[in-house]
């Protein structure tokens, strides 16, 4: 799933646009698996999968598989339908930089759901 | 061109410059936005004959809300609603307008406020309709980032009302729905999450709500995370003679998100409610 992010990020405007002043890395945890993605004016530069040594990420959205697994569903259960809907039942972790999470908050939303289009 | 039939005006209450807008005639009904939000977010109730047939609906941006001003002075202290400041608000209102005995529907905020009322006004009312009603809510994020310097509000607060919502709700009405969040001022929405999180916690008390002297009608959208069907049952549970539907497929802000599924809700309650009259 998070392998595809790029291709379907960088190819919508509509999720492109809310991170146009992006440029960050920032780390993706899908249960034991790390990934890094690196965002350049909105755009999905590099997807790398861990692990990795001594690199550094601006935050980190971490969750069992389970949760995206759920999250990513073509429509979501009630409360699987979004982040914060995880963080009320204690699926996912917010670390790092909460101030540029929260500054980039919708398009951090729109990135991370894009694989229920696919 | 096509004309809607609200009617949009300014009313001097006390010290509260306020705007409202209402449409149609019959029983009042008074319509109480959510936090950080506006009352455009009922253009649909407002906008619904069938309603308007029979109801006066009414709504009021509260003050540092919509087109509503702050009061003077509101640059030197934090906005900060509280259970006594939002029930004398409504109260208030409601007496400046002369409304006799209305009915008060309230969302998230609204929603709990609507039971404080059943508390304290029931005999003042014809019927309370609570939706996304919960007794109190943990914080579960760390609200202080909707209203920091360094991170864009309107955007913040826009992206926290998305989550909030259906997935299956239209798009237009829900990126309507987030834009209204967009515009609110700094400070405003945590503000009034001061009383949702903080001050508002009614669950000691919720027992004592008595529906014989007020019917009390519970809505709650199911992709709700903030206040779920579940929060809103154990309301149900505890107060005797409340009427509970979750409504399928609707989100935390069913009026403005979803306005046709949520009128389908809407309507046979308020008909019961005009039955009684």
């Known amino acids: 799933m998070i392998e595809s992010l790029a291709r379907l990020v960088n190819a919508d405007a509509a999720i492109v646009r809310w991170g146009r002043q992006m440029n960050e890395t920032f780390m993706v945890e899908v249960g034991d698996q790390q990934y890094l993605l690196q965002i350049e004016n909105g755009l999905i530069r590099k997807v790398e999968k861990g692990p990795f040594v001594q690199r550094t990420w601006r935050f980190a959205i971490r969750a069992r598989r389970e949760a995206w697994e759920k999250f990513w569903q073509k429509t979501p259960a009630p409360g699987w339908h979004d982040l914060f809907g995880l963080l009320r039942r204690g699926e996912v972790a917010f670390e790092g930089d909460q101030r540029v999470l929260m500054a980039y908050l919708q398009y951090v939303k729109l990135v991370l759901a894009a694989p229920r289009k696919a | 061109m096509k004309l809607e039939s609200i009617v949009g005006r300014y009313a001097h209450i006390e010290n509260h410059r306020i705007y409202f807008e209402e449409a149609g005639q019959g029983i009042p009904l008074l319509c109480l936005h959510t936090a950080g939000s506006d009352g455009r977010q009922y253009r ?22 919509g087109k509503s001003s702050p009061p003077a002075g509101w640059e030197k202290e934090d906005y900060r609603l509280t259970t006594g400041s939002y029930t004398a608000m409504i109260m208030g209102f409601a007496r400046a307008l002369g409304l006799e005995k209305p009915v008060v529907m309230g969302c998230s905020i609204g929603g709990r406020i609507v039971l404080d009322l059943a508390l304290k006004h029931a005999r003042e009312l014809r019927a309370l309709v609570g939706l996304q009603s919960g007794a109190f809510v943990e914080r579960y994020y760390d609200s202080s980032w909707l209203d920091h310097p360094e991170v864009h509000g309107g955007r913040a607060c826009g992206a926290l009302a998305y989550g909030l919502m259906s997935p299956l709700s239209p798009e237009k009405e829900r990126w309507e729905t987030v834009w209204h969040y967009m515009q609110g001022g700094p400070g405003v929405f945590t503000g009034d999450l001061y009383f949702y999180q903080v001050e508002g916690d009614i669950r000691g008390r919720i027992g004592e709500i008595d529906t014989s002297l007020c019917p009390l009608y519970l809505l709650t959208g199911e992709y709700d995370y903030s206040a779920s069907p579940r929060d809103t049952e154990a309301v149900a549970g505890r107060v005797k003679g409340a009427k509970f539907t979750t409504m399928k497929g609707l989100g935390h802000f069913p009026m403005s998100e979803n306005p046709e599924a949520f009128l389908g809700y809407l309507r046979p309650i308020l008909d019961e409610i005009k039955a009684r009259a």
């Open chain 2, 44 to 65: 649909a109730v407002l906008n619904d004959a069938q309603i308007t047939q029979n109801f006066r609906v009414i709504t009021f941006d509260m003050p540092w809300h």
